[in-house]
């Protein structure tokens, strides 16, 4: 089967929103991101289901968005930054677009997510976030690694050159579409 869709994985703060914003108009595909299904499936933000549901509940309708979008094409998937914890998102993902992982220091990880607007539960929950940020990065990033068919950094470089990017690496990875 041919692949028509692009899942963008990374942790929170490494640009999937920005970068899939970028990439969607280049490829004239729909944008499409798991956290904006989730709260309206949920009829609640990310926050208020981690407060009121908790994180499994919340993992749970991660898991039904996931199967939703994963079905569909011509999408760039931003996905939330814990997508990789169960593994048949990843395997959902894969079975229909190219998997893009990516990345940014944890110095940038921090300053990212404490200029914008996004309340993360995960980042909020009274603990040090470059605390935080250096248990999870040290969990996840195996998982990351593992799923990801290639991956770009976002270091210092601008959200349509990262867009660039994933674009020319794409170009070689066979079964995919890029055409609209
Ligand atoms: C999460 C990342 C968030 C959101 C939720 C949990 C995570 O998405 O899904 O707060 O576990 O890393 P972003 O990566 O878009 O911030």
């Not at 490494?14 to 990439?23: H, N």
């Not at 609640?44 to 009121?52: H, L, N, P, Q, V």
């Amino acid at each position: 089967m041919v692949k028509s869709n692009i899942a963008l994985i990374g942790f929170m703060g490494t640009g999937k929103t920005s970068v899939g914003r970028e990439l969607a108009a280049r490829l004239g595909w729909k944008l499409v991101e798991t956290d904006a299904l989730i709260e309206k499936a949920a009829g609640k933000t990310i926050a208020g289901i981690f407060r009121e549901d908790g994180e499994i509940a919340f993992r749970e309708l991660e898991i039904a968005a996931v199967k939703r979008v994963a079905a569909g094409e011509l999408q760039v998937i931003a996905c939330g930054g814990g997508v990789v914890l169960n593994s048949i998102n990843i395997a959902r993902l894969q079975e229909t677009g190219a998997v893009v992982l990516l990345t940014a220091s944890p110095a940038e990880i921090l300053k990212r997510t404490a200029a914008d607007s996004v309340i993360r539960p995960l980042l909020r929950n009274g603990r040090d976030p470059a605390a935080a940020v250096h248990d999870l990065l040290q969990l996840r990033s195996p998982l990351y690694r593992r799923a990801a068919d290639v991956t770009v950094s976002t270091n210092r470089v601008t959200a349509d050159k990262v867009a660039d990017r994933i674009i020319e690496k794409l170009k070689g990875y066979e079964g995919l579409s890029l055409e609209k």
